[in-house]
């Protein structure tokens, strides 16, 4: 590799000079080229070659959940089909993935998992938008009343056996101090 004092002095002024700028070709003799592609989209197809090329379309219809009222546009087959998936009743795609966790929880049974999702969907419309803190205490009481539920009607044979061990445990009926300093 060469030091810069090198490539400074290959580049001296004089070089520069010698150098000249490229001459400027005329494009008026050259012909124009035109794309075909050009051609075809500057042509107006006739409407048997838009039918062909084009799939038909299939009206849209607004349809609104029935369990959150949000609205979407879908075609008449697709509600047909989420009407039969769902009891006829027909519900966005949000509310759909909350039933199937619901019925993922409650064993299998779709229409007591949409029955549940309708009724939560109607409480929040009718207390969480317009008091949301409410809303909020309600489910926070909700969740303390399952909890005391769940711990009250637990029936697993560990639950049984600490509940006896407790019940049957003795218990000091006087304290232990006097007789400890009798022995002195």
Known sequence: ???????????SKNNFQVLQRPRRISVEGL????????????????????????????????????????SEECTPE?????????A?????????????EETAKNGGRKKEALEAHVSMCARFSRIGR???VLFQADAVREILR????????????????NATAKRSSISR????????TKER
Request: net charge positive; hydrophobic share 35%.
């Open 31 to 70: 012909p124009r080229s035109v794309s075909d592609l050009s051609f075809q989209l500057t042509k107006e197809p006739s409407p048997a070659e838009l039918a062909a090329a084009l799939p038909a379309i299939s009206e849209v219809e607004d349809a609104r959940c029935e369990c959150c009222g949000m």
């Open 1 to 11: 590799m060469a030091p810069n004092a090198e490539l400074t002095a290959s580049y």
């Open 78 to 86: 697709y509600i047909r089909r989420v009407r039969d998936k769902f």
């Open 173 to 180: 009926s006087s304290s232990c101090i006097p007789a400890i």
């Open 130 to 132: 317009t008091h949301p």
């Open 88 to 100: 006829g009743k027909w519900i966005c795609g949000l509310c759909s993935e909350a039933v199937k």
């Open 146 to 161: 399952k909890t005391s539920r769940a711990r009250a009607q637990s029936t697993s044979p560990r639950d049984r056996e």
